[in-house]
Antibody, heavy 117, light 107 residues
Framework: EVQLVESGGHLVQPGGSLRLSCAAS????????MHWVREAPGKGLEYLSV????????NYAASVKGRFTISRDNSNNTLFLQMGSLRPEDTAVYYC??????????WGQGTLVTVSS | DIQMTQSPSSLTASVEDRVTITCRAS??????VGWYQQKPGTAPKRLIY???TLDSGVPSRFSGSGSGTQFIFTITSLQPEDFATYYC?????????FGQGTKVEIK
């Protein structure tokens, strides 16, 4: 069974940094592109970033480009999102997701990041 | 980035009603659209991919159509378990982008 478990979300001050992790199990992690998506309170889903299966290519939404960095450790089946220069509007539940054949097919349960002083 | 304009943002309907949601892409995205259902406090679930292909186990009352820039999602006979928020997503070009979502509520 595919499992994605996010962690690392907590309260952080504006301007601060945070690293989220997504532990993957139940599939061959190194074969799949992985993504981050977030859901701000009372708002819709927002696509953030993708990393290819081998980590060689990444892409970001304009809202986080230059502030967030996606990476992965295929030896430890873990996806990361390094977040910097955090703003109150980055407050959200952050989901990791797997894609297969060009579409999301599995999601984690999400981890809450709160940016507030 | 490609914009996905989804409408309506919310709707109120009764059980057994027909529901239609539309998404318009800011440029031609072929049929590279998925439709996802999200219930409060849970992760999204894919219902349809490639604009019109129903995922395994998804009831046939759900359907999708369209190509290019116009896409339609339909629930032919709304059931109590269908009350949720629905999103279109363009999977044509990175960064992928979501529509604004449609919250389907009970009348």
């Amino acid at each position: 069974e595919v499992q994605l478990v996010e962690s690392g979300g907590h309260l952080v001050q504006p301007g601060g940094s945070l690293r989220l992790s997504c532990a993957a199990s139940g599939f061959t992690f190194r074969m799949y592109s992985m993504h981050w998506v977030r859901e701000a309170p009372g708002k819709g889903l927002e696509y953030l970033s993708v990393i290819t299966h081998n980590g060689r290519s990444t892409n970001y939404a304009a809202s986080v480009k230059g502030r967030f960095t996606i990476s992965r450790d295929n030896s430890n089946n873990t996806l990361f999102l390094q977040m910097g220069s955090l703003r109150p509007e980055d407050t959200a539940v952050y989901y990791c997701a797997r894609s297969n054949n060009g579409y999301f097919d599995s999601w984690g349960q999400g981890t809450l990041v709160t940016v507030s002083s | 980035d490609i914009q996905m304009t989804q409408s309506p943002s919310s709707l109120t309907a009764s059980v057994e009603d027909r529901v239609t949601i539309t998404c318009r892409a800011s440029q031609d995205i072929r049929n590279d659209v998925g439709w996802y259902q999200q219930k409060p406090g849970t992760a999204p679930k894919r219902l349809i991919y490639a604009s019109s292909t129903l995922d395994s186990g998804v009831p046939s009352r759900f359907s999708g159509s369209g190509s290019g820039t116009q896409f339609i999602f339909t629930i032919t006979s709304l059931q109590p378990e269908d009350f949720a928020t629905y999103y279109c997503v363009q999977h044509n070009t990175y960064p992928w982008t979501f529509g604004q979502g449609t919250k389907v509520e009970i009348k």
